[in-house]
Each structure stands twice: as C-alpha cells, then as structure tokens.
C-alpha cells in the first residue's frame, strides 16, 4: 500500500475516539413523531409535572416535584396502592399528565440517546397519568445500555445523568410536536 494513496483509512482510526467513550446523545438522533393532539389544541402539562418557570404561579399550589430516578418501578405502584396520603404526590399519581389526555408522551434528555415513552394504562384510558409517566421513566432508567461504556455488563441507563439523578419536571421540547424534555437536578 502506497504512503500517499487516497484510499488508505488506516491512520483515521486512530484520531477518533473510541465508541465506549462518545456520550450517548452523539451516538444517536431521535426522530421526532408528529403531535397526538389536534393542531388547533394546545396541550398543557400538569402543574405538577410542569417545570417550565413561565408557568410558576399555576404550579404553586401543587408541591414541588422532586422524585429519585434510581428509586425502581415499584416505589411507584406503591404509592399507588397507598390509600393514604403517606406521601405529597398520592393525590395526584391518578392525575392525567396533560390537558387533554394524550395516548403517549415522548420523554427525552440532553444526557440519553433514548427517548423514553410512556403510554396511557390501565390507571386512565383517557390519557397518560401522572404514575404512567413516572413508571415510564423509573422504568427506562434500569434499563441497561450494553453498546457504551458498560460493554457485555451493561451500564444503567441512570448513569449517563451523572449526578443529576432527581427529576424535577418536564418542559416542552419546541413549539410543536409532544415531545417533552426531562428536568433533572
């Protein structure tokens, strides 16, 4: 092979990193699916899933959400199974998680290839709840990555958020679409 031919590639290897070491939102694009709502409706998030600051004076009555990303699917139906209000968010874990109900929301992260969807349940068939997204997302989060760093292993898809493993909300992601982005502290 000649030191100067133009189809030597050999040496480009080396410059790039390794695909353990590319985060896992550049490995990746997600596809944007078109709006479950009709166009001339505009979908609101419920106060408590809502972290959106321009919405701040409607979510005040509501507790501040603050849920644990590596707490599993069954801290959820848990709460859900609780006939006391042992903890701030049982009264509202029924609640539909827009207004209008949406059959599924699409969740994203700036940290996660993976979009994470949570479909409308048993709970509600109006609509996706409040507990269907939180069983959603705990649910992604123990899901394990085994094309990154984990390899064979498998890493947890929770790791990829560093420390900011608390879920503080959701804001809408564009002006369109139902595409919701997770807040996480």
């Known amino acids: 092979m000649a030191r100067n031919d133009p189809y030597r590639i050999a040496s480009t290897y080396s410059t790039l990193p390794p695909l353990e070491l590319i985060s896992p939102a550049r490995r990746g694009r997600n596809i944007p699916l078109?709006?479950?709502?009709?166009?001339?409706?505009?979908v609101q998030l419920h106060p408590l899933l809502d972290c959106n600051p321009r919405h701040a004076s409607a979510s005040q009555e509501f507790p501040p959400l603050s849920w644990d990303l590596s707490w599993t699917t069954h801290a959820v139906e848990r709460l859900l199974r609780q006939r006391e209000n042992r903890h701030v968010l049982v009264p509202y874990m029924r609640d539909l998680a827009t207004?209008?109900?949406?059959?599924?929301?699409?969740?994203?992260?700036?940290c996660l290839a993976w979009p994470i969807t949570a479909h409308s349940s048993l709970i509600d068939a109006n609509g996706v709840t409040i507990a269907d997204v939180l069983l959603a997302i705990c649910g992604a989060m123990k899901e394990k990555d085994y094309d990154g760093w984990g390899g064979m292993r498998g890493?947890?898809?929770l790791?990829?958020?560093?420390?900011?493993?608390k879920l503080v909300g959701l804001m809408r992601r564009g002006?369109?679409?139902?595409?919701?982005?997770?807040?996480?502290?």
């Open 159 to 165: 790791y990829y958020l560093g420390r900011r493993k």
């Open 155 to 157: 890493v947890e898809k």
């Open 175 to 185: 002006p369109d679409g139902d595409i919701w982005e997770m807040w996480t502290e």
């Open 99 to 110: 207004t209008p109900g949406l059959p599924s929301m699409t969740i994203v992260h700036p």
């Open 34 to 42: 078109p709006s479950q709502s009709h166009v001339n409706i505009d």
